[in-house]
T-cell receptor, first 113, second 113 residues
Framework: NAGVTQTPKFQVLKTGQSMTLQCAQD?????MSWYRQDPGMGLRLIHY???????DQGEVPNGYNVSRSTTEDFPLRLLSAAPSQTSVYFC????????????FGPGTRLTVT | GEDVEQSLFLSVREGDSSVINCTYT??????LYWYKQEPGAGLQLLTY?????DMKQDQRLTVLLNKKDKHLSLRIADTQTGDSAIYFC?????????????FGTGTRLLVSP
């Protein structure tokens, strides 16, 4: 198993540009989520999904969209990037939403200038 | 709401024991996790405990839970230089359906030879 994969590893955007961060898992996990990691603030939940076709907002959802058309993929879209979205983004998955033993991807480092 | 707090930094010598502390605020039943993050990498689950347990041991790792004080600790015996990393405490409360992980800010552990 490849586990949780994320692309790209690094990205630089200009303010106002849009992009999609890709996340995929091959473990047949129902639950997937996106976090951002900022210095001194730990990880904060952006959006999560408990299964294909179902998504919900986390702690910091503004400026981000998600969809879950398949069990394997959970892309995160930035519609109009802002410097405040400069961060490291982690995707995670787990078998179910109970006992949330999540497996994390390697992260995407995004810089918005 | 949920809040998880950790001290920011811990320095120990190789061979000593390390104790990383965490406090949480949620009073509902909850899973409590310890994750390790090495530089440039995602988070790796080390161990977890449910809030009806007092202790869990897994090789060099011992988790202690004081439910009354809502205090969680991770003890690493015989700390090695390879244990140098950031350690995150996280909780997943029952009142969120165990669907959300709330992270602390992380404790940076530095192990010197």
């Amino acid at each position: 198993n490849a586990g949780v994969t994320q692309t790209p590893k690094f990205q630089v955007l200009k303010t106002g540009q849009s992009m999609t961060l890709q996340c995929a898992q091959d473990m047949n996990h129902e639950y997937m989520s996106w976090y951002r990691q900022d210095p001194g603030m730990g990880l904060r939940l952006i959006h999560y999904s408990v299964g294909a076709g179902i998504t919900d907002q986390g702690e910091v959802p503004n400026g981000y969209n998600v969809s879950r058309s398949t069990t394997e993929d959970f892309p995160l879209r930035l519609l109009s990037a802002a410097p405040s979205q400069t961060s490291v983004y982690f995707c995670a998955s787990s078998y179910s939403s109970g006992n949330n033993e999540q497996y994390f991807g390697p992260g995407t480092r995004l810089t918005v200038t | 709401g949920e809040d998880v707090e950790q001290s920011l930094f811990l320095s120990v010598r190789e061979g000593d024991s390390s104790v990383i502390n965490c406090t949480y605020t949620d009073s509902s039943s909850t899973y409590l996790y310890w994750y390790k993050q090495e530089p440039g990498a995602g988070l790796q689950l080390l161990t977890y405990i449910f809030s009806n347990m007092d202790m869990k041991q897994d090789q060099r790792l011992t988790v202690l839970l004081n439910k009354k004080d809502k205090h969680l600790s991770l003890r690493i015996a015989d700390t090695q230089t390879g244990d140098s990393a950031i350690y995150f405490c996280a909780e997943s409360p029952m009142n969120t359906g165990f669907q959300k992980l709330v992270f602390g800010t992380g404790t940076r552990l530095l192990v010197s030879p």
